[in-house]
């Protein structure tokens, strides 16, 4: 070799060893399901900036969330360990303490010893405080005490009081001579309610959400106090949203994590007055509408700070989709030929394909083909795992017990994926290549209104590459095989295999 040569190789492997770990965007969108974007078939909405991020990157046929519901779904992004593990981790009330263990080795922590900055912004729901929280003071321990240098929050969601966010461990706005009190037990306070008062409001509830009315809304649990500090849901995309941006420009200089939780299209359904109408399909599609325009919004930012090409951005969901969630909201009246599942059975809170199977988008540009997609089978569980791998960070021993590197599926390079993947809904079910099993007992079905169904006494099992929709249960005719998965399940659940 030429000594030239040889100082250009040297030079080479000196600049990748000191290259920049990309910076990474997670949009994380609330019960957003299989076939709610354009690029997964939507009808009825158009999501132009989801599916640019389609057209520059890779798009996951197969790629789960950890759960049926946000709580436990966040809980193992964040943790890399599967939420059933912990008791306390399915939905939590709005006055929950942090089911997070402060020193828990978490995907921000990790990330936060490769020198990268981390930001979370947007719906929080895993607590908050150490239970019977203060609003009206410091709030801790949060994001701050497991591994997020900065917050903007929703501290639960946006259909459960306190309706205020909390930034920096503090509600933004609030005024100390009208405290905050909130309770999920008696109602406090002299704010009417949705059971007491529907003349007062602007979205007429279904089932539950009838307690305090924030906003012309009715809420689960009760507040007083805090009336400068409540939120405008027709703001909320915004304002977060702002927040987000902001976040991105003040870490531009990288390494930065940014964890952008949108609200939409979680119920309430209340779209900014500009997205009134976006959608063929009412509220539910304008909310698809205003959700997609934040992922502009945050795609424009990197493009205008000239992060696009050293940002990994992956856009997922924590659940799947819902209908009727408990406000009139005509979700069902006006869906037309849109399906929020696509080919999938059920949606949030099942145990089918429906509740945890949701739209993934990655792209990193130079390392990820655009335009690509992938059959990997791909779990949420692992992105802690797979996130270090990418930041070039070593695990620490005790972390991420379920999670594994799946950097290689993650960017296109391993069309399999994961062996075998849990879901969780209440109970579990297994996936194991083109199998899946839901052992015997009940589980929704439908989208909202649902209907309970109880699976034969060898419980359910279907073929999800040759019948996507799980029309067909062949637990009866393979006992054999129903007994392997079976069995597989119970050994992961008593153990991790990572
Ligand atoms: C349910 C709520 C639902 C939603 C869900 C949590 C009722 C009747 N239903 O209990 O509206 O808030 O909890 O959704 O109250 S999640 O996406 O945060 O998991
Ligand atoms: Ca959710």
Redesign the pocket.
């Known amino acids: 070799m030429k000594p030239a040569t040889l100082i250009c190789l040297l030079m080479l492997l000196v600049a990748a060893a000191h290259a920049k770990p990309p910076n990474i965007v997670l949009i994380y969108v609330?019960?957003l399901g299989y076939g709610d974007v354009g690029c997964y078939g939507a009808q009825g909405v158009a999501t132009p900036n989801v599916d640019r991020l389609a057209r520059n990157g890779l798009l996951f046929t197969d790629a789960h969330c950890s759960a049926a519901?946000?709580?436990p779904s966040r809980y193992t992004l964040l943790t890399g360990s599967y939420a059933f593990r912990k008791q306390g981790t399915g939905?939590l009330q709005g006055d929950a303490g942090l089911i997070i263990a402060p020193g828990t080795p978490t995907l921000p922590s990790m990330l936060q010893t490769q020198g990268y900055r981390t930001g979370v912004v947007g719906?929080w729901?895993l607590g908050l405080g150490a239970g019977g929280v203060d609003w009206n003071g410091e709030i801790r321990p949060g994001p701050r005490e497991i591994g997020f240098d900065y917050h903007f929050l929703i501290p639960?969601?946006g259909?459960?009081v306190p309706c205020v966010y909390v930034e920096q461990g503090h509600v933004v706005g609030l005024a100390p001579e009208d405290p905050i009190a909130v309770s999920y037990g008696a109602p406090i306070g002299s704010d009417p309610t949705g059971k007491d008062h529907p003349e007062f409001l602007h979205q007429m509830w279904s089932?539950?959400?009838n307690a305090t009315i924030v906003n012309g809304i009715s809420r689960?649990g009760y507040m007083s106090g805090g009336q400068s500090a409540r939120w405008v849901d027709e703001d909320m995309a915004d304002t977060i949203t702002n927040k987000a941006v902001a976040f991105i420009e003040d870490h531009k200089d990288g390494p930065f994590f940014l964890f952008f939780a949108t609200h939409d299209i979680?119920?309430p359904r209340v779209p900014h007055q500009r997205f009134r109408g976006a959608s063929e399909m009412g509220l539910r599609g304008d909310v698809i509408a205003q959700m997609d325009w934040c992922v502009g919004r945050i795609l424009d930012a990197l493009d205008r700070n000239r992060l696009a090409d050293d940002t990994l951005v992956i856009f997922t969901s924590?659940?799947g989709p819902v209908l009727d969630?408990?406000y009139v909201d005509e979700a069902n009246e006006r869906l037309g030929p849109h399906k929020p599942a696509g080919p999938l059975r059920a949606g949030?809170y099942s145990l089918f394909e429906g509740g945890t199977r949701v739209p993934m988008l990655v792209r990193l540009p130079g390392r990820v083909a655009a335009g690509s997609r992938s059959n990997a089978l791909f779990g949420q569980v692992d992105l802690a795992a797979t996130l270090a791998a990418v930041a070039g960070a070593d695990r620490p021993a005790d972390a991420f017990p379920d999670s594994r590197d799946a950097s290689a599926a993650l960017l296109g390079d391993d069309p399999t994926g994961r062996p075998h993947l849990l879901h969780e809904a209440g109970r579990l079910a297994l996936r194991r290549g083109p199998w899946k099993y839901i052992p015997p007992g009940q589980t929704r079905d439908g989208l909202g209104p649902w209907r309970n169904v109880r699976l034969s006494e060898s419980g359910f099992l279907g073929d999800v590459e040759t019948d996507l929709g799980e029309a067909r249960n062949q637990a009866g005719d393979q006992p054999e095989l129903v007994e392997e998965m079976r069995s597989l399940l119970e050994q992961i659940r008593l153990h991790p295999d990572r």
């Open positions: 609330d019960d519901t946000c709580t939905i719906k729901h639960a969601t259909d459960r089932h539950g959400h689960i979680h119920v924590d659940n969630d408990g949030k």
